[in-house]
């Protein structure tokens, strides 16, 4: 049925730069991204696949191209609320395919197609269309009827990822307001322990999962949607340590899905038994020695950050589901949340940021007084112009 092979024991392979035939999305393209939308069954034709642009066969070996994939859902008990549990699935089952690699969630997306696959036959995107619909119709009882688009036309992709963006920002908007204090349960994800098989993200009203691809209420409606399935409850239990934010049933969780690698999560902080970091992650907080401080750098920047490394290298020493002390990984939006990295000083304690995240999170930073004492890369190249920078501007970490 398939050209190549399809299951759960691909999951944690990756694919080289030396061995993919053809890369999809990744830091070298501007736009890309998946987006699932439910819909009236009406608008839904089942099973259809459909590629707008190129084709995998039509590039050359080597290629890297630009793409949208979207997925339309109907079904009788979907509700909106479940479109990124949808969405984040995408992750999980393009990886199910032998030699093919999913990285990333939203308008991040990264994948690549192994030479090797492309050889035994799978030289379409239909193909990887036809893999999706069966695994989310076999996986998920209540779709109904899907109906995949892939699109690589440069600017169609361009036109997909701006609308798509109005959708994430939507999704994220919703948790303005809700407190951890104030609700009983936050929400856990294990679906990334395939490549990290340590790796919990516990996900609250005021910490968003690392990839950014799930907040407190798609945990609850993944939860609520399919009680054995990655997302999973998890029941605040007391709070242990109100500085550190240290939950007895965070704790009780992450000893139990890490099979008791670790055992306490400072929900907010950087340096202290902090939260673990499988790979997805949107950005890395990093600790700076010299000044005391943190910067942050995302997977799309592809220069040096200030302490002189790149995200592929601070990646590396970050990811693979340890508590790494200071190195977190996180979504970009975190940044928003009144509690980010609460423990270690909060977003005061920020001195770098690349250029695109700073605007990102411009309203932020300019409400907390920050816009203009943070430093980027066309400000500063290493860690002594930093500190003189800092200096200059008088950064409040600087000037207490
Ligand atoms: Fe789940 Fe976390 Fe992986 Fe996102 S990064 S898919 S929330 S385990
Ligand atoms: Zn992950």
Redesign the pocket.
């Known amino acids: 049925m398939f050209s190549v092979d399809v299951g759960p024991q691909y999951e944690g392979e990756t694919v080289r730069k030396e061995d993919f035939q053809i890369e999809f999305g990744g830091p070298k393209h501007k736009f890309k991204a998946e987006l699932v939308t439910v819909k009236p069954a009406a608008d839904v034709e089942d099973e259809k696949v459909e590629i707008i642009g190129k084709d995998i066969k039509d590039f050359e070996e080597g290629a890297s191209v630009p793409i949208f994939i979207k997925i339309l859902v109907a079904g009788e008990q979907l509700e909106k609320d479940m479109e990124p549990v949808f969405e984040?699935r995408v992750?999980m089952y393009i990886n199910y395919i032998e030699g093919f690699w999913h990285m990333a969630?939203r308008d991040e997306i990264w994948m690549r197609l192994h030479k090797d696959s492309f050889k035994k036959g799978l030289n379409s995107l239909d193909e990887i269309g036809r893999v999706l619909v069966m695994l989310y119709k076999n996986e998920l009882s209540i779709i109904e009827k899907i109906q995949i688009t892939f699109i690589t036309d440069p600017a169609l992709v361009e036109k997909e990822v701006l609308e798509a963006r109005k959708t994430y920002k939507e999704r994220d908007d919703r948790l303005k307001g809700i407190t951890e204090e104030e609700v009983d349960e936050f929400y856990g994800?294990?679906?990334?322990?395939s490549f990290a098989p340590t790796?919990?993200?516990v996900?609250t009203p005021e910490r968003v999962?690392?990839?950014g691809?799930?907040n407190w209420f798609d945990g609850r409606a993944a939860y609520k949607m399919d009680p054995e399935g990655?997302?999973f409850a998890v029941k605040k239990g007391d709070l242990i340590d109100p500085e550190k934010f240290i939950y007895s049933g965070v704790n009780a969780i992450v000893a139990e899905k890490s099979l008791g690698a670790n055992s306490v999560f400072c929900l907010h902080s950087a340096l202290e038994t902090p939260h673990t970091s499988?790979g997805?992650?949107q950005a890395i907080c990093f600790y700076i020695p010299e000044v005391d401080a943190f910067g942050v750098v995302h997977r799309d920047y592809l220069g040096e950050a200030v302490n002189g490394q790149k995200f592929s290298g601070i990646a590396g020493e970050a990811s693979g589901g340890r508590q790494n002390e200071g190195m977190l990984g996180m979504a970009i939006s975190y940044m928003r949340s009144k509690k980010f990295l609460k423990t270690d000083g909060g977003l005061k304690r920020i001195v770098w940021l690349p250029k695109s995240i700073k605007e990102q999170v411009k309203d932020v930073l300019e409400e907390a007084g920050l816009y203009d004492k943070i430093a980027t890369e066309e400000d500063v190249k290493n860690v002594d112009e930093l500190t003189e920078y800092m200096n200059r501007v008088g950064h409040p970490w600087v000037t207490g």
């Open positions: 984040r992750h969630q994800c294990s679906l990334c322990q790796h919990v993200c996900v999962s690392l990839c691809a799930i990655p997302q499988c997805c992650f």
